[in-house]
């Protein structure tokens, strides 16, 4: 029997954050580190929804910061889906900061490649996605331009 397969809205997950003094670095930003762990973790809560199950990151494909964070700044990720293969998922997830009035500043934007595993830690099949709008299509074809990549790169030994 085949699974149903999921839009990306089902799986889609916004979480915010406000920058508090633990979170900033020697300079006075956001540590980066600090954004790494948030962005692994929406993505793991995207895969999760989508996947009906357990998760593990396999690989952090692409982590642009575009720019810095100070305290107080509201940050605000979006994660969702891109692309899908039998066992694994690519995740995007942008990152802005809100200001007051609720307009928002792109400040990173990752990929990451995530799978599906049993409890015993196997690997299992996930759902595919629908793609209902032209900017979801767009992003699958370039999904499957990046899964390329990170084959030829792990043919090199990368």
């Known amino acids: 029997m085949e699974e149903r397969k999921k839009s990306i809205q089902e799986s889609r997950i916004e979480q915010v954050y406000q920058v508090r003094p633990e979170h900033l670095?020697?300079?006075?930003?956001l540590f980066g580190g600090k954004l790494m762990?948030?962005?692994?973790?929406?993505a793991g809560l995207v895969g999760i929804r989508h996947s009906n199950g357990n998760?593990?990151?396999?690989?952090?494909?692409?982590?642009?910061?575009?720019q810095g964070?100070?305290?107080?700044?509201?940050?605000?990720?979006?994660?969702?889906?891109?692309?899908v293969g039998n066992t694994s998922m690519e995740i995007r997830v942008?990152?802005?900061?809100?200001?007051?009035?609720?307009?928002?500043?792109?400040?990173?934007?990752?990929?990451?490649?995530?799978?599906?595993?049993?409890?015993?830690?196997?690997?299992?099949?996930?759902?595919?996605?629908?793609?209902e709008t032209e900017g979801e299509r767009a992003e699958?074809?370039?999904?499957?331009?990046?899964?390329?990549?990170?084959?030829q790169r792990r043919r090199e030994g990368y």
């Open 25 to 29: 670095n020697g300079a006075g930003r």
């Open 37 to 42: 762990e948030w962005i692994d973790e929406i």
């Open 55 to 66: 998760v593990i990151t396999a690989a952090v494909d692409t982590l642009r910061f575009i």
């Open 69 to 83: 964070a100070f305290l107080g700044d509201l940050i605000v990720l979006i994660g969702r889906v891109t692309y």
């Open 94 to 131: 942008d990152t802005y900061i809100e200001d007051f009035e609720g307009m928002r500043r792109p400040i990173n934007r990752a990929y990451l490649t995530l799978v599906g595993v049993t409890p015993e830690g196997a690997l299992r099949r996930v759902p595919g996605i629908l793609l």
């Open 140 to 151: 699958w074809q370039a999904g499957e331009r990046r899964k390329e990549l990170r084959e």
